[in-house]
């Protein structure tokens, strides 16, 4: 076996923790059921969004298509520069719900609903005096111009109100209520993707997109200001409880983030950023092709460590300073890694190892390099998931600035891996791009993989027998079960080759499972995980039961 570790799965209670000391077991609980509402949540956005590229690129050219996904690159910078207050709006409400100081939570809601405002209205100013500027930037043919200008700043602005009012979803998630918040999502982006299909299929084009945007955030925007006043009692925003002290809190903690995030979001969308003057506008289509499945594949595990923070802040708000709350969530920080990578990689193997068959099938055709970034992308995908574990919970106990160690590398890496793909291809191209990118995330993963063992006391040895072994096993099942495809479906008929490969998924799916269950989980996990799998099976199914009213 690959582990022989006698924990349970997420017991992360510590065995010194006094019977009056519940915070270990509260978390746990939460943990659990959170992870387990927000996997289904991402499982199901997999499936609204899976057919929206092939319906698109159906009905609109590439460029087009890359038009739009260009937009979402500047929704991202924009979105950024208020990305460090949500994160500190879960960590301080969690923490302060641990604590009973609803007053302080209050205080932090309000004056970073102020603050937020403030900055994104500025920065929407900004784009629009400098539209002429980013057009130019995105190489926009001339016919689409026009389009350009108003989409972005139509999708920005509605992307902003959703910044400026996040703070009614974040006080939901600070207090673990999860599953409401993945629930407001789910209703989002069902009514998104249905009013794509109706509004593309019916020629509105780049427009019908934009729509179904901004019918989305609405929606999402508007349920969860009202689930946040039903579920969350204490909850009272106003301009009067903004404070300096909450301000000095939000900037401290969530400027350190913040900073943070803006250098994450460059690093993730910098191929595609100097994509378009460099190579033009259809290469950051190629790019968004080449990474839609691995990028959609990694929202699933992050189910986990969008738990992680709100849990380690809780445990960090009724457990600081003591040698229980450092075993705790040293506990937690290792088995979230396993549950997580193992997870991320159960996806990003599969797609690693079926890239063209997978494009021909999803697609209908396989764009020039984007089977090749499919994979490249797919491998960052699962080193960049790596480092979920350890970010979330550094920043649920108060230390965001630990993550520099994993994106200034990633930089300086970076630095010296595009210049290289050039002088290597003769040219600068999409997949030279994407390449250069993936090197220096893995890279920059492995970076800070060793900071966060040191920072939680954990042997490089055991984390790579508890960790990273298990890891790879799905690559070798899939390069088995999937290097027939590459013939069969690839000289099929898309519609026979759908169906093949759906047949070597089931196949897939099988063995690992097997695998999992006999290979890597020890007893006491496995029983563990049914456990809980049977728990919220019968919480399911009681909830529809006729006998419930």
Not at 257 to 283: K, M, W
Request: with cysteine.
């Amino acid at each position: 076996m690959f582990m022989d570790e006698g924990a349970q799965a997420f017991n992360i209670v510590s065995e010194h923790q006094p019977p009056e000391k519940e915070h270990g077991s509260v978390a746990r609980d939460a943990l659990t059921h959170n992870i387990g509402i927000d996997v289904i949540a991402r499982v199901g956005y997999i499936v609204s969004r899976i057919f929206i590229p092939p319906f698109v690129l159906a009905r609109l050219d590439l460029a087009t298509y890359s038009l739009w996904s260009a937009v979402f690159l500047v929704v991202s910078y924009v979105g950024m520069t208020s990305f460090g207050f949500s994160s500190a709006y879960v960590r301080y409400v969690a923490e302060y719900a641990g604590r009973g100081e609803t007053n302080k939570a209050n205080s932090i809601l309000s004056t970073g609903l102020v603050l937020s405002s403030v900055v994104c209205v500025f920065f929407l100013g900004l784009l629009t005096l400098g539209m002429p500027a980013v057009v130019s930037w995105l190489n926009v043919p001339p016919r689409l111009q026009n389009d350009a200008r108003q989409v972005i700043l139509v999708v920005v602005g509605i992307h902003a109100c959703g910044i400026a009012l996040s703070v009614f979803s974040a006080s939901l998630i600070g207090c673990q209520k999860v599953a409401h918040a993945q629930a407001i999502w789910i209703v989002s982006y069902v009514t998104e993707a249905a009013l794509i299909f109706i509004l593309v299929g019916t020629g509105h084009g780049i427009w019908g997109l934009a729509e179904a945007f901004v019918i989305r955030e609405l929606i999402a925007i508007g349920l969860a200001a009202l689930l946040a006043y039903q579920l969350v009692p204490w909850l009272s925003i106003a301009p009067w409880r903004c404070t300096r002290k909450a301000l000095r809190e939000l900037i401290n903690f969530g400027g350190v983030i913040q900073f943070d995030s803006l250098l994450v979001t460059a690093l993730n969308t910098f191929e595609r950023v100097i994509a378009a003057p460099l190579v033009g506008l259809e290469a950051v289509g190629l790019l968004d092709i080449g990474d839609k499945l691995p990028n959609m594949a990694g929202s699933i595990p992050t189910a986990f460590a969008t738990s992680f923070l709100p849990a380690a802040a809780y445990l960090q708000g009724g457990l600081a300073g003591t040698r229980q709350g450092r075993e705790t969530i040293a506990k937690l920080y290792i088995k979230g890694s396993r549950y997580m990578t193992l997870a991320a990689s159960s996806l990003t193997g599969l797609l690693a190892t079926a890239s063209a068959p997978l494009l021909a099938v999803w697609i209908g055709r396989i764009y020039p390099g984007t089977a090749f970034l499919m994979t490249i992308f797919a491998i960052q995908q699962h080193a960049h998931l790596m480092t979920g574990p350890g970010t979330s919970i550094l920043r649920g106990v108060g230390r965001p600035w630990a993550e520099f160690v994993y994106t200034v590398p990633n930089f300086i890496v970076l630095a010296v891996a595009l210049p290289l793909s050039r002088l290597i291809l003769g040219r600068w191209s999409a997949v030279g791009l994407g390449s250069a990118v993936v090197v220096a995330t893995v890279v920059s993963a492995a970076t800070f993989i060793v900071h966060a063992n040191r920072i939680f006391e954990v042997p490089l040895r055991r984390y790579l027998k508890f960790v990273v072994m298990p890891s790879l096993l799905p690559y070798l099942i899939g390069g088995l079960c999937m290097l027939p495809t590459w013939t069969l479906v690839l000289h099929a008929g898309r519609w026979r080759g759908a169906a093949i490969m759906g047949g070597i998924l089931l196949v897939y799916s099988f063995i690992m499972l097997i695998a999992i269950d006999r290979l890597i989980l020890q007893s006491d996990e496995r029983a563990w995980f049914r456990a809980v799998i049977h728990r919220e099976l019968r919480v399911l199914f009681g909830r529809f039961s006729p006998g419930r009213r």
